[in-house]
């Protein structure tokens, strides 16, 4: 599986690895490890497989003003 851009910066992303006593342990993050809030890993799942379908999952803005990205009837502040 291939992992999806970042969902913070849309920059290109990879897959950590960490093995310990526990067990191999995976994470995707963004490459941007500097400027970017996914930049490192943060949820840490016991398969490849698995690390990959929860990063490239990704939620629809519904009910969200696209324009001003604010919920219907509350107003922005300016």
């Known amino acids: 599986m291939e992992l999806k ?8 992303a990879h897959m950590a ?3 310990s ?3 191999t342990m995976f994470a995707a993050c963004c490459d941007d490890v500097e400027g970017c809030p996914a930049g490192t890993p943060g949820n840490w799942w ?8 929860k ?3 990704r939620f629809a803005n ?9 919920h219907p009837g509350k107003s922005a502040a300016r």
């Open 21 to 23: 006593v526990y067990g």
């Open 46 to 53: 016991k398969s490849e497989d698995e690390a990959v379908a």
């Open 17 to 19: 690895e960490n093995v």
């Open 62 to 70: 519904e009910g969200v003003n696209e324009e001003r990205n604010v």
């Open 5 to 12: 851009e970042c969902p913070f910066c849309g920059g290109k």
């Open 55 to 57: 990063w490239n999952t």
